[in-house]
């Protein structure tokens, strides 16, 4: 179960723009996503916006994944950057 996820300021500024009743369905549709693993089932303007966020979700939980994994692995010239 995760903790935490990238969410983006554009996000929430767009997300807001919309009726409180279809901002809510995206927010408990990513919120449910992204900590439940539940795939939301959605239509009309509440999918178009969460279609749109969904890459960043999925590169989030991929990275928080690897992460876990110990991060790159030895020899992988990511592993041997300097900041």
Known sequence: ???YFTFYRSYYESIQELQEESSLII??????HMFNDVEPTLTGIPKM???LIKPTLLKSKKLSENGKKGGAPKG???ASKET
Do not use: G, K, L
Request: aromatic share 14%; proline share 0%; glycine share 0%.
């Open 27 to 32: 927010y408990e549709a990513i919120m449910n």
């Open 1 to 3: 179960m995760r903790d």
């Open 76 to 78: 992988n010239r990511n």
């Open 49 to 51: 916006i969460y279609n």
